[in-house]
């Protein structure tokens, strides 16, 4: 009887993050400063939408927020405004005591994986303020790095941004070693409405996180040498080919235990994972 419930369960969480709808009762929003490339120190900056419900928790990123948003209340029409609401980080993330769900969009094609939630945290007896919020200390590895998290039991939520949680309060800051990848909460508010658009993916393949990783990696791959056919030259070909072997080296993205490292073998790339 244990197990049937435990998968019955399941299937309503699963089911929950495979439609559109999300109820919200509390938002916290949060800035990420990050770094996508080793090749130099230059940042970029986004902002996302942590939305909170008593059971679950759901994260993408504002700008395909607010786009998504339009998409379903039909107002957003042409190429031109669709670019406005350009994002890196295209995907969501939906949250429960035992799995994340995640949506990854790749060349405009969905792609869905789950893995367990089981981050093991070390709390600290270290504090600071963060956002207005006195704050705890906590460290994980995960992902192929080495995160610091500051977390606040004044808000009593298990979630944080990305796919961390699970400490005894919201996180409010979180950064890698490195500070490659940087979240900070900047707001915090109650929201009482039902999110219409939280996931708004239609035609969804369901593949291994190793091979959602694949994918995208490949389409990384091919994005510089795209325009390889019309370019005459040996010689430009080449450097093309060189340029794109380059980027994939010096990509850096934020779960580096997926991706792993990239090398050449006959002119080919290939996946070397870790």
Not at 193 to 217: D, G, H, R, W
Not at 230 to 254: L, Q, T
Request: with cysteine; aromatic share 16%; hydrophobic share 35%.
């Amino acid at each position: 009887m244990k197990k049937i419930i435990i998968l019955f369960h399941l299937l309503i969480f699963t089911l929950v993050f495979s439609q559109k709808k999300f109820d919200v009762v509390y938002e916290a929003d949060y800035k990420l400063n990050y770094r996508l490339s080793n090749s130099n120190s230059l940042k970029k900056e986004s902002t996302f939408a942590l939305l909170i419900n008593e059971n679950s928790s759901f994260f993408k990123d504002l700008h395909r927020y607010f786009s998504d948003s339009l998409m379903v209340e039909k107002k957003l029409n042409t190429i031109e405004e669709a670019m406005k609401y350009n994002t890196d980080f295209r995907g969501y993330i939906g949250t429960t005591s035992a799995k994340l769900y995640v949506t990854d969009e790749i060349n405009y094609s969905y792609y869905v994986y789950e893995e367990p939630n089981n981050i093991n945290w070390k709390i600290k007896n270290e504090f600071k303020t963060v956002a207005g919020y006195k704050c705890q200390k906590a460290e994980t590895v995960k992902y192929g790095r080495t995160w610091i998290a500051w977390f606040t039991t004044d808000i009593p939520f298990q979630y944080g941004p990305y796919k961390f949680n699970g400490l005894p309060g919201l996180i409010t800051e979180l950064y890698d070693s490195k500070d490659d990848y940087h979240y900070t909460l900047y707001t915090f508010r109650k929201r009482k409405y039902t999110c219409k658009s939280a996931n708004i993916a239609t035609n969804v393949k369901n593949l291994p996180k190793a091979k959602v990783a694949e994918v995208f990696k490949n389409r990384l791959a091919g994005k510089l040498r795209l325009n390889e056919q019309y370019i005459e030259n040996a010689e430009d070909r080449e450097y093309m080919r060189r340029n794109a072997e380059e980027a994939i080296k010096k990509y850096n993205p934020i779960e580096l235990s997926i991706y792993g490292s990239v090398s050449k073998v006959g002119g080919n790339v290939k996946l070397m994972y870790l």
